[in-house]
């Protein structure tokens, strides 16, 4: 499963689309980041996910804070959206503790940057298991 | 100049947004793979976007206008600027899984006004609502009379209005953008042109904070002039 938590709708189903293309994975999509929480505790880790910096009630930093306070979600895949917001209050090394795959600027990301990424993903995923299994 | 470039800032904020977004839209059409009912739907939701970013702009241009001219008010039908404000606006609260009732009573008073001025207002209440709310969240455009004035109501169900929001409003109007930190992507711009729009008209805006949403208000002076119906 891939899981797209935006503020903004209209972009995250448009991301959506760009990872169809290329997927069979299921495809997830919450605009709350309190219920996305809830969603990963009851199911299983996603094996991606997208995250807008700017969310309702939170940020993307405070979603992530939960997240990684989960030993089975410490590897989970993050793609962070950043959007306007200024990045510059957190150093390297506290944006490091967030273990974020990339960081994708929203004004700039293209569908083959997505389709690229999901690609990379679900294959670094299946080396994986095949290595524990 | 501070509050000059801070006028700039905002605005460049809150017009980023639809631009980034038909971006996007633009860049999601695959005119070999897709069908013809996907470009249209893309289509669609590129044309709705940029209107509303147009209307944004033209509303911004006319606060400039605002300030020089004097406003004729007139009798107004409230009833009927909110009937288009809601039918403008369905498509939105649609797409995004989201509902906008209505609550009007049976019989509603005439105000005075400026027609345009008032749509814009209400549209800019609605308007965040749509954008700011959680998924499948109801929020309800609703007219009462509240002490002798005639009240334009958005209940919405999403994050709670911050303090220092509501203490600005309280005064009726804003001195400047102010950023809504939880409602994100939102500079307060909407907020800000309701708030100088409503102050040309002599009417009055105001917040409600709930634990679950915001209420956002303009109180209107009911119009004297009597109805044809009556």
Known sequence: ??????????????????????????????????????????????KLIFLQAL????????????????AELLSVPVILLNDLMSLKHLTPVELADY????ILNLDQITPDEIRKIVRETCRNSRKKHQKTA | MNAEVNGILVAAHDLRTP????????????????????LEDTRSELV????RALRQVDDLARLAELEKATILLEPVSLRAVCDEVEHELTPLFSFNHKQLLTHYPSRTPLVSAHREILRTVIYQFCLGAANYTGENSLSTLSILTHRGKIRVAVRDFGPSLPLGIWKALKTGWLERPLSLSLRPGSSGLGLYIASRYSLAMHAQIGAVRHRDGSTFYVDLAPSLQRSLFE
């Open chain 1, 99 to 102: 273990n974020l795959s990339a």
């Open chain 1, 1 to 46: 499963m891939i899981l797209i938590v935006m503020s903004d709708l209209a972009l995250a189903k448009i991301i959506r689309k760009n990872c169809q293309k290329i997927t069979s994975e299921l495809i997830c999509i919450d605009n709350d980041p309190f219920s996305a929480i809830e969603f990963i505790d009851f199911a299983k880790p996603p």
């Open chain 1, 55 to 70: 969310l309702i009630g939170t940020n993307a930093f405070s979603f992530l804070d939960e997240l990684r306070s989960h």
């Open chain 2, 19 to 38: 631009l980034c977004l038909m971006r996007q839209l633009a860049l999601s059409m695959d005119f070999e793979k897709d069908s013809g009912a996907e």
């Open chain 2, 48 to 51: 709705a976007t940029s209107e």
